[in-house]
């Protein structure tokens, strides 16, 4: 079903269907643009489309499967301390097709954990643990929300494309 059109006949169905239809909003900004462009500052902001897809993806993967469901990853926030900033810095491996890809990969599992869990499961990193699963959803609706209207700005910038 597309994200336009998702239900609302509960509040699992109406969380999801928001945040989906925000990642779909993003990733679609970063559809067409050549490598040179999606790795453009095409503002006077530092950001460009393929540093706010990475960033959106780690901190996808560290919402939901980290702070969330409490799972580790090594070599890997919270455990390797990293500078600030530096999801959204891109390394020379870093691509459109494998930032989407790993995007995707992230989305896959915070949509299984949402789907698994209770709405009301409290957060298993103990400093959020007086936040839940709802929060969580809540939170990823606002900041891929805020980083789709980032990548909009950018994409208008590169080539007159509007709307998310």
Known sequence: MPAAEFSTDSERDALCGFLDKQRDALIRKVAGVSEDDARRAATVSSLSLLSLLKHSAVWERRWFQIIFAGRNFPDEWPVAEEDKGAEFRLTGE??????????????????????????????????????????????????????AGHADIIRESLDGSRGL
């Open 94 to 147: 870093d691509t459109v097709e494998s930032v989407l890809a790993f995007y995707r990969e992230q989305i896959a599992a915070s949509r299984e954990i949402t789907a698994s869990l209770d709405l009301g499961s409290p957060c298993s990193w103990p400093t959020m643990a007086h936040r839940n699963l709802r929060w969580v959803a809540l939170h990823m609706i606002e900041e891929t929300a805020r980083h």
